[in-house]
């Protein structure tokens, strides 16, 4: 590697590195986040911890790491900011082989300014940690392409591997991987699936076992599928599904590069090859088609970073051909500072769920609910119920409530039956039916503050009478209700006339 080539990945990683740890998450920011961190202690996709597909590696990443940190978002966070950098050198490296050094080091500047990388850098989710597999495939199948197979091999062994992190990545980037390989003699192509293979089944074979074997696993797998992705596929709404969720794309996307958007709307003499071209399409459609076609919602933007490697790198092409215009330098500077400025106003003001302000008021918000809960009601008396949201939703009730015994709203209706989701110290349970003997009270965690979760927890609510509501005054307000009331917000799992079993949750309980 060049010189200069180290110079400029280093400048490149420190400043991803410096600007995701200065505005890093204090506490674990979305239900998935949760999810993993219970994860940590006691592996279980079928009680989602974490949720389905499973994620072994990011867990035993995660469980590295906090033992040098001591805190599961500390360690997932590393992860992240970690996995940050080297996507920025990444960024750099593609660019630079397919332009040159200039539009190698916009494109990792673009990077380290972009809103949507920059928010994915300070989070303990598993989305840039994909991100950064994609382009180091991505390199290493261009390299295959355009030098040796070897190259090729690598990038299948990565492969497998990545997919322990998140197995849809298997899906996404098979298609390029082919692509790259297809000028390959057959014994390498079989070599790079064989090495595929043992990479893929060095972590999904412990991850079968550990999840209680193949027909728990994949039931789980199974079940989330059908009350998730699976339930908004029906095929009288699935045109109009599908062009919503398209415009979401284009939404997030343009969110993620910001103002360097506006970059993809002029044509420029510095264009890719036709090879090129077919390349980038390879990588980006297989992801692009499942997400505007099967499921993605605004909250899981960190799906599309898989697909923005290559836009950085063809983004930074564009804007290198910019700064060769006849503008003068004073003009180009201004210029470069005016579109950074944008995007870090996008992301750390915009009233959005990913900006910086956001983040820090989730963090509060938490911080006080928690504080409330605990100077409200008992534990030896009270059951939590919390919602199922992204934000402040059972999941955060359970993880910083942890002497508590919390129920998820609303119970959840698998296909084999319904289940209700049962936290206590750290451990959950889906229970085919609870009996709350034992318990005063109800005691409600509070949403975020804002207009739309009010309304949708006065609807929730408006099947108890309203006698039966206690407020206590102060903000947030907790809302608690009589025991007896847990009846008619599970009517399926603690309605009249259940049989319970006696289970070793702490409330008893009849085990899925």
């Not at 996709?45 to 469980?63: K, N």
Request: charged share 15%.
């Amino acid at each position: 590697m060049a010189s200069t080539t180290r110079v400029d990945c280093a400048l490149l990683a420190a400043a991803t590195l410096f600007t995701r740890f200065a505005t890093r998450s204090r506490a674990l920011y979305d239900i998935d986040s949760v999810n993993y961190a219970f994860a940590l202690d006691h592996f279980d996709p079928s009680a989602h911890q974490p949720h389905p597909p499973g994620y072994y590696l990011y867990v035993l990443a995660g469980r590295a790491v906090r033992s040098l940190t001591g805190d599961a978002n500390d360690a997932l966070v590393a992860l992240s900011i970690v996995a940050s950098a080297g996507l920025a050198v990444l960024v750099y490296l593609l660019a630079r082989e397919w332009f040159d050094r200039r539009a190698g080091v916009l494109a990792g500047a673009l990077f380290v300014v972009s809103p949507l990388g920059w928010f994915h850098g300070t989070v303990a989710l598993t989305y840039i940690v994909e991100a950064v597999f994609s382009a180091l495939v991505g390199w290493l199948c261009w390299r295959a392409v355009s030098h040796s197979s070897r190259s090729g091999i690598w990038a299948a062994t990565i492969l497998g591997a990545a997919s322990g992190f998140r197995p849809s990545f298997l899906l996404f980037l098979l298609p390029l991987w082919w692509l790259s390989t297809r000028r390959d003699s057959i014994r390498s192509r079989l070599l790079g699936i064989a090495a595929m293979g043992v990479s893929a089944a060095i972590w999904f074979v412990p991850m079968l076992i550990e999840s209680g074997g193949p027909a728990v696993y994949f039931g789980a797998l199974w079940d989330l599928w059908r009350i998730v992705p699976g339930a908004s596929t029906g095929a009288g709404s699935w045109m109009l599904l599908s062009l919503a969720r398209l415009a979401t794309v284009l939404f997030i996307l343009a969110l993620c590069f910001g103002s360097a958007s506006a970059f993809f709307l002029l044509r420029i003499r510095s264009e890719l090859s036709k090879p090129q071209r077919v390349f980038v399409w390879c990588w980006i459609t297989p992801a692009l088609l499942f997400f505007s076609m099967v499921f993605l919602k605004f909250v899981n933007s960190g799906y599309l970073l898989l697909v923005t490697p290559p836009l950085f790198a063809i983004l930074g092409g564009r804007a290198a051909a910019l700064t060769r215009s006849g503008s003068q330098v004073w003009i180009k500077a201004i210029a470069g500072a005016g579109f950074a400025a944008a995007n870090l106003a996008i992301y750390f003001f915009a009233p959005l769920y990913f900006s910086y302000g956001q983040v820090r008021l989730f963090e509060s918000e938490l911080a006080t609910a928690c504080a409330r809960v605990r100077a409200t009601v008992s534990p030896a008396r009270s059951i939590l119920v919390g919602f199922d949201s992204h934000f402040l939703g059972y999941r955060h009730a359970a993880y910083y409530l942890p002497e508590f015994t919390v129920l998820q709203y609303p119970e959840v209706r698998y296909v084999s039956g319904t289940r209700l989701f049962v936290v206590h110290s750290g451990r959950t349970s889906t229970l085919r039916s609870l009996d709350p003997e034992g318990f005063e009270t109800i005691a409600f965690f509070p949403l975020p503050d804002d207009a739309s979760y009010r309304a949708f927890v006065d609807r929730t609510l408006a099947v108890l009478p309203p006698a039966s509501l206690s407020r206590t005054p102060g903000k947030p307000e907790i809302l608690t209700a009589p025991a007896s009331s847990l009846s008619k917000l599970f009517p399926l799992t603690i309605g009249s006339g259940l049989s319970t079993a006696v289970y070793s949750h702490p409330l008893g309980g009849n085990r899925r």
